[in-house]
Nanobody, 122 residues
Framework: QVRLMESGGGLVQPGGSLRLSCSASGLTLANHGIGWFRQAPGKEREGVSCISSVDDTTWSIDSVKGRFTISRDKAKNTVNLQMNSLKPEDTGVYYC???????????????WGQGTQVTVSS
């Protein structure tokens, strides 16, 4: 049975940093496109960053470029999202997802974690 698990969320002040991790059981993350998504209260889920299984090419939405970095740790079977210079608008539940390709579109992913809450507030 495949299971994805996010960790690392929490409460942080504006300008602070968090590192989210996505781990898996029953699945080798290095063989899949991995995406990080977030959902703020009352808003649709949006893709934040993703990483390819082919060559680890990454993509991010404009609002997080230069602040968020997605990366793989193949030895630990994890995908991390380093989030720096956090802003209140980054608040939401963050999900990781695995699928055949890396994309910021939710429909392309087969497996989803349960999410971890990120709150950016003073």
């Amino acid at each position: 049975q495949v299971r994805l698990m996010e960790s690392g969320g929490g409460l942080v002040q504006p300008g602070g940093s968090l590192r989210l991790s996505c781990s898996a059981s029953g699945l080798t993350l290095a063989n899949h496109g991995i995406g990080w998504f977030r959902q703020a209260p009352g808003k649709e889920r949006e893709g934040v960053s993703c990483i390819s299984s082919v060559d680890d090419t990454t993509w991010s939405i404009d609002s997080v470029k230069g602040r968020f970095t997605i990366s793989r740790d193949k030895a630990k079977n994890t995908v991390n999202l380093q989030m720096n210079s956090l802003k209140p608008e980054d608040t939401g539940v963050y999900y990781c997802a695995a699928g055949p390709i890396a994309t910021l579109m939710t429909d392309e992913y087969n497996y989803w974690g349960q999410g971890t809450q990120v709150t950016v507030s003073s």
